[in-house]
């Protein structure tokens, strides 16, 4: 038996029990029931007598267990019904049952009735097994409006009804009833046997379940060939790479990822694997976790058939749909590798042969040249096959196939609700919408996929059991069977590994069963399918566009950069983990994870940008614009400023590159010159990367332009040049002649007082008089003409 997988499930507390019995009219045999259980706070419960009335055909040894546990995420009160330690019923012994009660509500659910019921004649069809199950809601459906399913009366026989306890919110009540053979003798002989529950509080039904099993005693005509594949995945998150601390986590003993392989090695099963696990690992180099490093190698050593899924497990059905030029894929991991991590040499092995030959070394690494490793070569891995594609289910629409082909994965595993066909047990290999695909069986995969995902015992043995019902009606010698079927686990399966393991081990004891690979599904001779189309919803499909336009935009811009795979690389894996299939489990969060992205790449494209300036006054025919441009990058980025004014009053000489260091500003001048007349202008700076890609948003400058004051400016200042001089010119020239008049009058007047002196003799030629020599007004010594 499978230990409980939810630790809140286990049965650990103190159980207390009573003994009653009452003999039905109808049977020879006495009844007991024991109940043991505790309520939500722990208190113990007494269990009530054993209820029988005259329709039962026998009751023995019923006993009920109660747990407090967490519910599950479904609604409502969900009933199971499963042998006890088995899967199968044998009739011709005591049958020992379980009805598992899981109260999913608010409020609990008060003392009734449980009544267990088989179903009333064989069941030996497909359609007869689908119309007992129909009986009774699926528990993990919902109507349209995500109301709880109504419950409907199972029509079957009778065999055992016990009075249930008050079940507190959230708690699992398990009962146990025990039958005597002499209760189905009438179907002992069906490959199938049925049996159903019903929980009844006064005269309300409350739930009802209706499940079915294979009879252990019925005989196996053949083995059918079935082929399975499984996703070995992370959950959903939005990082390209996963970080060293999950992948310790993940790669311990009892790990995620550890209990994925451990569930699936040694066993006949394909293994999709999402290839960010494994360039994960490499990118880390020597510094990744031993336990990463050693589940590389683990995985390496297996010898199932091993294909890749996308990078992240991306949608890759959602890109058709958006006719993408090609699907995505990561483009560089530069940014993340340490050449610190990367300095040994590469291991080599000997094989067969005693030749030398690399090893499949979970960490790549180099000789001692520094060389990283490439893209390429941290995602290489010898897959089996890799022209195979995994869309997420019933998510693919017409066209989608043709696209995905034309990519490269020539063969695509579809879900059964993504197609239509009246053969049943049909080969799993398929024509559909012209192309080729393996289509999941419908009939094998749902019990599968319960099975390996459930959280309890009652729960998982039920899905098992109804896998091994399904199988009961399969007859592998008949000729019309197909050779091979498929059955896919969920992306899921991953978190309840011990559940997988065990279902996968019971399907491989089972003797109807062949185990086959799925290259052999593939292979086998196709049927031909309708397409069901199932578009993705619009919704979702536009945010998908928004992130494959917005990884676009930042691709562009990029080429600021001196290596744009520093930006690119993250953003282009960041984008592909946003694209997770595991995601359409959870809109509500994708939602938000795919917003908070986009915000952040807002960010980004921003980052780089010019700084609005005040307005700039330009009063000379000649000047420079200080534009400002900030880097807010922890990169340096090259850029080339360009300005274009509005008009002709300013004339722009050229571009200019200017290149800024992280984080940080840089104030560059680009010259202009004045143009035609005076005015305002508007100058539109704007930047674009080295390769012409626009980058952030232009930033407009208000300019007045005055460019003629500088020439009247000169003009004024030469005439007052002019005056300047002239007025000083004009100074010395008058001055110079005022001082010739006065030295003229001096002159006569000394001629006459001479005359006057010498009788009016006239000195004689040549004689000068010494006398005649005075200072002028300034001071300065003059001499008479």
Not at 293 to 304: K, S, V
Request: one cysteine or more; proline letters at 8%; charged letters at 20%.
């Amino acid at each position: 038996m499978v230990p409980e997988s939810n630790p809140a499930r286990r049965r650990c507390s103190r159980v207390e029990s009573t003994d009653g019995a009452r003999r039905s009219p109808s049977s020879p045999h006495a009844s007991r029931s024991r109940r043991r259980g505790i309520t939500a706070f722990g208190a113990t419960i007494a269990a009530t007598a054993v209820l029988v009335t005259a329709p039962l055909t026998a009751l023995a040894a019923p006993s009920a267990r109660f747990v407090q546990a967490e519910a599950r995420t479904g609604t409502g009160v969900v009933l199971r019904v499963a042998p006890t330690g088995s899967t199968n019923v044998a009739p011709d012994a005591p049958v020992d049952l379980e009805i598992e009660i899981v109260n999913s509500t608010s409020e609990p659910v008060e003392a009734g009735t449980l009544r267990l019921l088989r179903s009333a004649t064989a069941i030996d069809e497909t359609a007869e097994l689908d119309a007992w199950l129909a009986q009774a809601p699926d528990p993990e459906a919902s109507t349209a409006d995500d109301a709880v399913p109504e419950a409907t009366a199972i029509d079957g026989v009778g065999v055992a009804e016990v009075a249930s306890t008050t079940i507190a919110p959230g708690a699992v009540e398990v009962v146990s009833v025990t039958l005597p053979p002499e209760a189905i003798d009438e179907i002992d002989t069906s490959p199938v046997l049925g049996f159903g529950a019903e929980l009844l509080v006064g005269d309300t039904l409350v739930s009802s379940a209706a499940d079915a099993f294979a009879n252990a005693n019925a005989p196996a005509t053949g083995a059918t060939s079935i082929a399975l594949a499984v996703p070995l995945t992370v959950p959903a998150s939005a990082s390209g790479l996963l970080r060293a601390e999950d992948l310790a986590t993940w790669t311990s003993p009892f790990g995620l990822l550890t209990r994925q392989l451990d569930a699936v090695e040694g066993r006949p099963i394909a293994i999709g694997v999402d290839p960010r696990i494994i360039a994960s690992i490499r990118v880390l180099g020597t510094s990744a976790p031993s336990t990463a490093t050693a589940w590389l190698e683990r995985l390496a050593g297996l010898q199932n058939e091993i294909f890749p899924l996308a990078y992240a497990d991306a949608d890759v059905a959602a890109q058709a749909q958006l006719g993408v030029p090609a699907l995505l894929g990561p483009t560089s991991f530069t940014d993340v590798l340490d050449p610190a991590d990367f300095t040994g040499t590469a291991e080599a092995t000997a094989d067969d042969d005693g030749d030398t030959a690399p090893s499949a070394t979970p960490v790549p690494t180099q000789p001692a040249t520094g060389e990283l490793p490439t893209t390429e070569e941290l995602l290489a891995w010898p897959y089996t096959r890799t022209d195979i594609a995994w869309p997420g289910d019933d998510t693919v629409a017409t066209g989608d196939l043709a696209f995905l082909g034309a990519a490269g994965l020539t063969t695509s595993i579809l879900a059964p609700g993504n197609v239509s066909t009246d053969e049943q047990w049909a080969n799993a290999a398929s024509t559909v919408d012209g192309s080729t695909a393996v289509v999941a069986d419908a009939r094998l995969t749902a019990p599968l996929r319960a099975a390996s995902e459930a959280l309890t015992d009652a729960e998982w043995r039920a899905a098992a059991g109804r896998l091994g019902a399904e199988l009961a009606l399969l007859d592998g010698d008949d000729a019309e069977q197909p050779a091979t079927l498929l059955a896919t686990l969920g992306r899921g399966a991953g978190a309840q590994s011990a559940r997988v393991s065990a279902t996968l081990d019971q399907l491989a004891a089972n003797p109807r069963v062949a185990a086959a690979s799925l290259t052999d599904a593939i292979g086998a001779p196709p049927v031909a399918r309708a397409l069901v189309d199932q578009p993705e919803d619009q919704q979702r499909i536009d945010n998908v566009d928004r992130i494959i336009r917005t990884d676009a935009n930042v691709a562009a811009f990029a080429t600021v950069l001196e290596d744009p795979r520093e930006l690119t690389g993250p953003t282009r894996r960041d984008a592909l983990a946003l694209l997770d299939v595991a995601w359409l489990d959870d809109r509500p969060a994708w939602d938000a994870a795919v917003g908070e992205w986009l915000v952040a790449q807002r960010r980004t494209l921003d980052a780089v940008s010019v700084v609005p300036s005040s307005p700039i006054n330009v009063v000379s025919s000649e000047t420079g614009v200080p534009t400002t441009i900030l880097n807010a990058l922890p990169y340096p980025v090259t850029v080339v400023v360009d300005v274009t004014p509005s008009n002709g009053r300013l004339v722009v000489e050229d571009q200019i590159t200017v290149k800024i260091d992280p984080e940080s500003r840089s104030t560059t001048t680009v010259p202009v010159a004045a143009g035609i007349g005076n005015g305002d202008v508007t100058l539109t700076v704007s930047l674009t990367s080295p390769e012409g890609v626009p980058v952030g948003s232009p930033v407009s400058i208000p300019v007045n332009v005055q460019a003629d004051w500088e020439g009247l400016g000169a003009a004024i200042i030469g005439v007052i040049i002019v005056v300047f001089f002239g007025v000083g010119i004009w100074r010395n020239i008058r001055r110079h002649r005022k001082r010739r008049a006065e030295a003229a009058e001096s002159g006569e007047a000394e001629a006459a007082e001479t005359a006057s002196a010498t009788g009016g003799e006239e000195p004689e030629e040549g004689v000068r008089s010494t006398d005649t020599e005075q200072p002028d007004e300034h001071g300065d010594d003059r001499r008479d003409g």
